[in-house]
């Protein structure tokens, strides 16, 4: 087991977690095992993971589909919630702000503001999806440019 590379190790770990003799056999478990015979030959092996993180620019085309599917289940009569996630999803959205104000004592607060204005569609879009699905939580990270921040502190000076 020390022999083995460390991401065929957790590939290992995970079959053998999730191995119920339907989705996961003996001989999947088998196959990672013997990876170094088996991988030339480009095998499936079943791969479950137990948390996915996305970053904004894969997450939120991920949101909208399962928004879409969600609008296609109330369309068929069925309950939309059945669609969230399988198993649970840390979205990650880091967004930039962009600077239009600067050399003043409220910049920051005015440059967040019209950033918020500029994405209020995006960012409502995002809030409800983090409370629409099961097993999604969002987590928000507002990045000012520092440089440009250091800027107008400099040029105060």
């Known amino acids: 087991m020390d022999k083995l590379p460390y991401s065929i190790r957790i590939l290992l770990e995970s079959a053998i977690r999730n191995f119920d003799n339907f989705q996961v056999i003996k001989n999947d478990v088998d196959k990672i095992i013997d990876w170094e015979n088996t991988s030339p030959k480009q095998v499936e092996i079943p791969f479950k ?3 996915v993180l996305l970053q904004d ?12 599917m969600r609008d296609a289940m109330n369309k068929l009569g069925s309950d939309s919630n059945k669609i969230n ?10 967004h930039s702000v962009q ?12 440059n967040m503001e019209l950033e918020f204005q500029r994405n209020k569609e995006r960012f409502g879009f995002l809030k409800w999806g983090s409370t629409a699905f099961h097993n ?4 928000y990270y507002i990045l000012i ?5 250091l800027r107008m502190k400099l040029k105060r000076l």
Do not use: H, K, Y
Not at 85 to 94: N, R, S
Not at 136 to 139: F, N, P, V
């Open 145 to 149: 440019c520092v440089v440009c921040l």
């Open 49 to 51: 993971p137990t948390r």
């Open 57 to 68: 620019f894969t997450g939120v085309p991920s949101v909208v589909d399962l928004a879409c």
């Open 136 to 139: 999604m939580l969002c987590r």
């Open 99 to 110: 600077v239009d104000v600067a050399r003043s004592e409220n910049a920051v607060q005015a």
């Open 85 to 94: 996630p399988l198993v649970p999803v840390d979205l990650v959205i880091d």
